[in-house]
């Protein structure tokens, strides 16, 4: 069965560090992938994703993230990381049977220190 | 990209009354509409697949008589939490499903606290 893992629930970090969230998926063939953020009040929004094609993949507000089959892991980085940037981190997977069912990862809680 | 949105964003009800929030794709025709719940702290997970002008397709452990999903038109789907109990407390969350393997959009969400 497919599966998403976010192997860290929480992480800190200084505003202007560089940021990496890991995921790790399983899946059978090619994975469709994505990355979202949820913020407090509002739905979650899509940083970026991956289908096929070049493996690092550009987002939106400054993300990115790099897809490696060898490893299963679609982990997302951020170069400088800004106070804006506190929220919940999912990583998702497009589920079997061409269905668009999305499953998503146990989520990644960012906070940022000033 | 779309904009979904959820109404109410939030509701406090008493235990054994019934409970329905709707979501509605405001600029998108959408044939298909996840629902997922989302417990503190949790990821979200899926409940059901409403399909417009069918029944909807349930996951498995979750009570299709206890959710219950109406997918009229293109632009409403219905999720009516019946009988709600305690337990039943979580942030419910739709999404509109796209083409797929495209992204989802996704409603703010509806709190439901049942006391």
């Known amino acids: 069965a497919q599966s998403v893992t976010q192997p860290d629930i929480h992480i800190t970090v200084s505003e202007g560090a560089s940021l990496e969230l890991r995921c790790n998926y399983s899946?059978?063939?090619?994975?469709?992938l994505f990355w979202y953020v949820q913020s407090p009040g509002q739905g979650l929004q899509l940083l970026l994703k991956?289908?096929?094609?070049?493996?690092l993949v550009q987002g939106i507000k400054g993300f990115e993230a790099e897809f490696k089959r060898s490893q299963s892991s679609f982990n997302l980085r951020k170069p400088s990381v800004h106070w804006s940037d506190a929220a919940e981190y999912f990583c998702a997977v497009v589920g079997s049977g061409n269905t668009g069912k999305l499953i998503f990862g146990q989520g990644t809680t960012l906070q940022v220190k000033p | 990209g779309a904009v979904v949105s959820q109404h109410p964003s939030w509701v406090i009800c008493k235990s054994g009354t019934s409970v329905k929030i709707e979501c509605r794709s405001l600029d998108f025709q959408a044939t298909t509409m996840f629902w997922y719940r989302q417990f503190p702290k949790q990821s979200l997970m899926l409940m059901a697949t409403?399909?417009?002008?069918?029944?909807?397709?349930?996951e498995q452990g979750v009570e299709k008589d206890k959710f219950l999903i109406n997918h009229a038109s293109l632009t409403l789907s219905t999720l009516t939490v019946t009988s709600a109990h305690p337990e039943d407390s979580s942030f419910y969350i739709c999404?509109?499903?796209?083409?797929?393997?495209?992204?989802?959009?996704f409603g703010p969400g509806t709190r439901l606290t049942v006391l």
């Open positions: 991956y289908f096929s094609g070049d493996t």
């Open positions: 999404s509109e499903g796209g083409v797929f393997p495209d992204e989802q959009f």
């Open positions: 409403s399909n417009e002008g069918s029944k909807a397709t349930y």
């Open positions: 899946y059978g063939a090619t994975p469709y």
